[in-house]
Structure formats: C-alpha cells, structure tokens
C-alpha cells in the first residue's frame, strides 16, 4: 500500500467527517483507506491536529443533540434572538461607563473676553507667534507624535492604577510580590476574580522588536496572557481573568514575565524568565 | 434613546475585528455598535441557552460588551477571535450570576442546586426553567458541569444559526442518528446535497465554535487514532 498524502488524508477525513462516529472510530476501522490514513496521521503532526479538532467539533455536536432537553434536540436549536431593546441598552452603558471614567475636573471658567477688546499690541504679538508656528512646523510634527506617546502612556498608567483600584476595593482581592531571577523585590501583582495588575520598576525598556510576555503557568503548562506596556520606568500589564474564564489559579499557578527577542511565536516562550510570582502560595 | 445607528461608518462594517477592536480601543463607538451587531446575538444565543434566563442573559451580555468597550485594548486578535474573547467573558458573568443566585434564598436557587452534589435530584421541587441536563447530572462535578453546560449551550447556537437546509441534516444525523443516505431518503434529497450540506454545516460549525470545542469544556469522547471506540457499520 502506497503512503497517504496530505491531501487524500484530508478527503478521507472530509469523508469520515459525514457519519457523526466513523471518525472518532477511526482506530477501529479496519477498511485499507483509514489504515492509511492512521498510519498518515501517526507522522503527520498538522494532519492529525486537523482530525482532532474535526473529532471534538464531531463529539462536541453529539452532546449537545443527544441530550437536548426536556423539548428534545429540535427544541434545543431553535434560534433564539436578543430582545430588540438591548442594542440601546448595551450602548448606553457604554456611554456611561466612558463618562464615569472621563468625568472632568471642575475648573472655574475664564473670564469671557470680547475679540476688540484686544490691543493692538496683542494682535501683533498674536501674528509673531503665527510666524514663529509656521516656522517651527516640523518641530511641531515631532512634538505632537510625543505628546501623543506620552498621552498614550499616562492613559495606560492611568487605566493600570484604575484597575489596581478596582482590585483593592474587593475584599477577595490578593496580592503578591513579583521577584526577579537573583530573588530581589520586582513589583507586585494583585487580582480579584476579574481583574489582574501587574506593576514593576524593575524593568529596563526593551530594545526595538523585543517584548516583555507576560505568562500564566499551571503543573508546566504555560499560556501567554499579554506583554507588559511601559510609561517612563515603570512597567504594567493590566489583564481581565474573563479571558481565560477556564482557567483557574491553583496551588502551583504561577506568573512569568520573559523578555521575548525580536520576531518571536507569540504563543511559545523563547527568552528568559525576568520576573515570576507564585499566585497559589 | 439613540439607537446607535447613525454612527456607523460604512468602512467601519467591512474591517475584520482586529481591525475594529481597535477603533473601539480608540473610543469609535460606530465601531463598537458594528462590534455588537456582528457577535450580540450569538452571545445572547449561548448565555440565555446557558442560564435558562432571557433577561439575566440580556444582562451578561450587557457586561460583556461593555467589558469590551473598557478593555478593547487588551484584545490580541493572535490569541483568538473576538466572539471566543466575548464568550469567554460571558461564560465567567454566567457562571458567577448563577453562583450569586446561589445564595439568595429565591426560588431561583433551586436552578443552582442543580449545580451541587446535594441538590436537584429525587423528588425536589424543581423550578421548570432549570435546565434538564443540570438536574440529570447532579452528581457531576459542579465546574464540570458547569463547563459541559457551557459547550453545549454555544454549539446549539451556532446550529441554530445555520441555515435551515443545514441545520435540517445536523439535526438528523446527530440526533435521529441517520445515515447520509437514510436523510436522503427522508429529506427526498440527493445523496450528493446531504452530503455537501453536511459538509458546509460541519465547516461553519467548526469557524464559530471550534475553538470552544477545545477548551476544558468539551466532551472527552473525542477518541484518538489509537483508543478504542465503537462506530456503526461502513454506511
């Protein structure tokens, strides 16, 4: 019998994929086709990623329409729509979620002053600093793309204490230091069930193309969460728990930071551990 | 209220979600309306099949958008879609607003017992909107259940969502267990239609829900090539 390629092995799997347990029973199988393809799959890594994943998505329909309920699998599909209100709804806490967090300082107003009130002498000092605008475009241009970074930064820092906050206020709120490699003091990093805020100065700010990834690790299982964002010397990562709704901290969970080189797989570690924290203990 | 609708840019509707989180992170919210037309009802699809609950699954999603709204600029589209980051966030409010219905003393509470070793079985009175699954299966392990529970309620909305033809042979092949040819026969539709409908249905069931599939949630009946397993005979 000749070796299956890839692409035969796809179509047979497209083909298994048909009866709702011919794939799953691929190791029972004895027709020369899914020997083939088994034998296929054994060293074909991307292949047989191909055919797990078609097996859950397979197991995972049979569950949900097997036992579908007390009005049975039809009931159980029938398309249900969000109530026509809720558009509106979540739009206005939206807003208001934006306005809570922008809500202005109280500043006394200026007092008003008519346009001709102005001298002459204003005017003309006004028109000075026209000329001396004009020239100075190009410097300008570069300084509005700082402020701009700068304001990005203090956004980021300022969302970063919002949700050091947050977190503070909950009373199921923990806290534990970050160390670096030698075993000095790093930072902290405090979450809730929700929230998780990471905060540390000892970090230098990365060369062009390298990152600080941020890691959460389980019995040697690691996910990468985020990469830290800097403003000025101070280094944060701010995070949602949500997103990884299951995942759960344990006794051996752990926190890693490692500065990733330029280029790197975003989703493998490849450079070293700078910072850790055990949140289990 | 404003409906939101004049905010949307035309632009806007075509960018991919990558694309979109960002200008919602800019604080676009015609972006974030697209956002919410595009994922809304497959959220509110999943939650209120999950909680049993249309209004406190309005409420989730609720959440879920405006967690979205605050915390756009953590999205990395590398670490998944938008709708698994937006479900992800759903399934953690779910889970927490039955865990809090679980300490009022309300008869909604009995919908939690469904989700403890000690409730939810024998004769208990059972409030008729606990889903039957949590009652039958008690005895399992709450998180397990609960993320079973989970799996499930997606996968269903994202059958709901096929088209009808689709959904037609999912529903026969998985639930009636019929052959290919035996939903030809019943359908009066050529084999070779159930078979690229199938085909089409499995391919969009797999772009909307794989990637919950492959998460701890999802049935462990998924057999490698190496395990045993039974089937039914070559149809």
Known sequence: MTAMDHGSAHERIEDLLLDPSRLAALSSSTTPEDIALREHLDGCAPCRADYESWTRLQAAV??????????????????????????????????????????????????????????????????????????????????????AAARAEADGLA????AVDRVLSE?????????????????????????????????????????????????????????????????????????????????????????EPPGADPTKRAGPIVLEAALGS | ????????????????????????????????????????????????RFLGDREAAAEVVQDAFVTLWRRARQFDARSGSLLTWLLAIARHRAIDRLRAEGRRPTRDAIRLEAFTSEGGSGDSPVHPDVPHELIADAATDPSTLAARRWTQSVVRAGIAELPEHERQVILLGYAEDLSQAQIAERLEWPLGTVKSRTRRAMAQLRARVGPITETDGAPTSAARPGQASTARPDR
């Open chain 1, 62 to 147: 049979s569950d949900a329409l097997v036992d579908g309920g007390p009005g049975g699998a039809a009931a159980a599909i029938e398309p249900i729509e969000p109530p026509p209100s809720l558009r509106a709804r979540v739009l206005a806490a939206a807003r208001s979620d934006a306005e809570a967090a922008l809500a202005p300082v109280p500043m006394a107003a200026p007092p008003r002053r008519r346009w001709f009130d102005r001298s002459r002498t204003a005017w003309l000092g006004l028109a000075a600093a026209l000329v001396v605008l004009v020239v100075s475009a190009g410097l300008l241009v570069d300084q509005a793309g700082r402020l």
């Open chain 1, 159 to 162: 969302e970063a204490m919002a």
């Open chain 1, 171 to 259: 009373p199921q709120h923990k806290v534990v230091s970050l160390t670096t490699p030698d075993g000095a003091a790093g930072g902290s990093i405090s979450w809730t069930r929700h929230d998780l805020v990471v905060l540390s100065t000892a970090l230098q700010v990365p060369k062009p193309g390298e990152v600080y990834r941020c890691w959460l690790n389980n019995d040697g299982n690691g996910w990468a969460i985020g990469r830290m964002e800097f403003a000025g010397t101070t280094s944060y990562w701010v995070g949602s728990l949500d997103e990884w709704a299951s995942f759960e901290i344990g006794p051996t969970t752990a926190f890693r930071v490692s500065l």
């Open chain 2, 1 to 48: 209220m404003h409906d939101g609708g004049q905010l949307i840019d035309s632009d806007a509707s075509a960018l991919d979600d990558a694309r979109l989180v960002a200008r919602i992170a800019a604080g676009e919210e015609g972006a974030f309306v697209i956002a919410y037309d595009r994922h809304a009802g497959f959220v509110f699809a999943s939650v209120a």
